[in-house]
């Protein structure tokens, strides 16, 4: 008698593990990750002279669910009517964070600030 209780109390135990394990690997499998998503904010009213040039500050932002390593982020501005480009590399960008960076031109652009993503690493 002693015996059948434990069989059926390791018989249960297994039951619900694999139960448990199933329902796990199938929430995973029916998630759907998002790509990772660097999106970039610049902040042109708190843009100023430094001495080596124009700094603008930008908020770079992760909207996707994986980690973004070494994100080269490439912009182009109009400066006295020659187009320049400045970039800047940020090493770690986790899911759903932002980091603060300043990029920085020899003068004040003329018009609108251009950025885009030259490349990224996904670990």
Request: hydrophobic share 50%.
């Amino acid at each position: 008698m002693a015996r059948r209780i434990i069989e059926l109390a390791v018989f249960t135990i297994s039951a619900i593990a694999i139960v448990l394990v199933v329902g796990v690997l199938g929430v995973e499998a029916l998630d759907e990750r998002r790509p990772a998503d660097p999106r970039v904010t610049i902040h042109l009213a708190a843009a100023r002279e430094g001495a080596l040039g124009w700094i603008v500050p930008m908020t770079v932002t992760n909207g996707g669910d994986e980690t973004v390593e070494e994100a080269v982020l490439e912009a182009t501005a109009t400066v006295d009517g020659a187009v320049e480009v400045s970039e800047i590399t940020v090493l770690l960008l986790p899911s759903g964070s932002d980091v603060e960076v300043e990029i920085g031109f020899s003068g004040r652009p003329d018009g609108p600030i251009e950025v885009r993503l030259v490349g990224q690493l996904l670990p």
